[in-house]
């Protein structure tokens, strides 16, 4: 079961390699940014709880997330070929709570790809994609706060799932297709 975690600072190409990985191996996909989005449309509490937390570039709390991540996985049944966790884990609690989960399971996260794009390009990507889309969360201000939040909260989980000995390590600047070679690499040696 290949069971992956995309990692990166905002803007780094998450979402973008997860969609190529999902066309080429049939891997389910969970992203939490979009869960929460969705939640967000409908109007639900939950999503109202998100907007005021996202639109500040701050994490939502881990419970909730927590909660929310078991119930999207327990969702693809027991079969499955592996899901993509796609912006979850943001914090070592969470990364713990995936572990934990995923192994009352029998199952386990195969490889942590971390995508590594400087601070620069990450503003151009996100400033651009905010142009076109108009997601909420796009505008410089809050760029620079999801930034910090990245580098303070979410950056640490690069040494601890060095220590859990699967992590990898991809230069995300530059051409996709390269960038996804890259990705299937990594994917094809577990
Ligand atoms: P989330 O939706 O996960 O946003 P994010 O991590 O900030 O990531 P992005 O979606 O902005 O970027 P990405 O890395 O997927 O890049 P993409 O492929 O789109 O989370 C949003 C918010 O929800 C958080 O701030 C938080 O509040 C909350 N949240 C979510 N998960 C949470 C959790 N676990 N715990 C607590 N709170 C949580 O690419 C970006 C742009 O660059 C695109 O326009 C793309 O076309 C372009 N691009 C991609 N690759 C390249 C390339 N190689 N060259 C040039 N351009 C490229």
Wanted: with cysteine.
């Amino acid at each position: 079961m290949r069971n992956i975690v995309i990692f990166g600072a905002p803007g780094s190409g998450k979402g973008t390699q997860s969609d190529k990985m999902i066309a080429k191996y049939g891997l389910k996909h969970i992203s939490t940014g979009d869960v929460l989005r969705n939640e967000i449309k409908n109007g639900t509490e939950l999503g109202k709880t998100a907007k005021e937390f996202i639109d500040n570039g701050q994490l939502i709390p881990d419970e909730l997330m927590i909660d929310i991540l078991a119930s999207v996985y327990d969702s693809f049944g027991k079969e499955h070929g592996g899901v993509i966790f796609d912006g979850f884990p943001r914090t070592i609690p969470q990364a713990e709570a995936l572990k934990k989960m995923l192994a009352e399971r029998g199952h386990k996260v195969a490889a942590m790809i971390e995508l590594d794009v400087p601070e620069e390009e990450l503003m151009k990507r996100l400033l651009l994609r905010g142009q076109q889309s108009g997601r909420s969360d796009d505008n410089e201000e809050t760029i620079k706060k999801r930034l910090g939040v990245y580098h303070h909260q979410t950056s640490p989980l690069i040494e601890w799932y060095k220590q859990e000995g699967i992590h990898n390590h991809i230069d995300g600047l530059g051409e996709l297709e390269r960038i996804f070679a890259d990705v299937c690499t990594v994917i094809e040696n577990i």
